[in-house]
């Protein structure tokens, strides 16, 4: 079984701390990605990793970070959290190409108060 | 594709009626469609996904869904929903650039015992 594992399931966190999430997979997957889903909003995508150190910039970027030192390791970094960032980030992963299934971790809630 | 479009944001049903879930898809390409579903509490998941072949695709728990070519549509359908159903459900596929999923902005189904 593929297992996706996130660092926190709940964070909580002040204006303007770095805030680090951490996201680990099992399966050897290329693909790796970052979601925040927002009620009515769907998943959107904020970056996503093709390979070690690669990375490319999903729809909403501004203010993340990530960094992919290790295949399965994928880390979602805010450098100066805002309360704007309060939302629920999703980790997935997958094998390279769209036509595969993506693995989703359980989510880590984060409040910025 | 460029864009995934999901008709209802909530829907409310009593156990025992019939479900459809719409989904449309802009073409851009490669036509895999999926459908995945959130259950309270758990972990998105694979309901399930259309590669090729048969457009009617059967998935877990009793789903199906019919890709529908010339109008641009992949819904799922299920004759007879139970209470255990009640979950958020999104439609995805592949971008242009296949690199990534673009995602429907969910649908919130709540079945009523």
């Known amino acids: ?113 | 594709a460029q864009s995934v479009s999901q008709h209802n944001h909530h829907v409310i049903l009593s156990e025992a009626a019939s479900l459809e879930l719409g989904c449309n898809y802009s073409y851009g390409g490669t036509v895999n469609l999926f459908w995945y579903v959130q259950y309270p509490g758990q972990h998105l998941q694979l309901l399930l996904k259309y590669l090729s072949g048969d457009p009617l695709v059967k998935g877990i728990k009793g789903f199906e869904a019919e890709f529908i070519k010339s109008k641009f549509s992949f819904n799922l359908r299920k004759p007879s929903v139970q209470w255990s159903d009640t979950a958020e459900y999104f439609c995805a596929a592949p971008s242009d650039s296949n690199y990534q999923l673009i995602w429907g902005a969910g649908t919130k189904l709540i079945i009523k015992p």
């Not at chain 1, 889903?37 to 501004?62: A, H, N």
């Not at chain 1, 629920?88 to 359980?106: D, K, T």
């Open chain 1, 1 to 113: 079984d593929v297992k996706v594992t996130q660092s926190s399931r709940y964070l909580v966190k002040r204006t303007g701390e770095k805030v680090f999430l951490e996201c680990v997979q099992d399966m050897d997957h290329e693909n790796m990605f970052w979601y925040r889903q927002d009620p009515g909003l769907g998943l959107r995508l904020i970056y996503f990793s093709y390979d070690v150190k690669m990375k490319e910039k999903g729809d909403i970027p501004e203010g993340y970070s990530v960094s992919r030192e290790k295949k399965e390791r994928f880390s979602l970094i805010l450098e100066s959290a805002s309360t704007n960032q309060t939302s629920m980030y999703l980790c997935a992963s997958s094998l390279f190409g769209g036509a595969y299934e993506q693995y989703f971790g359980p989510g880590t809630r984060l409040t910025v108060t």
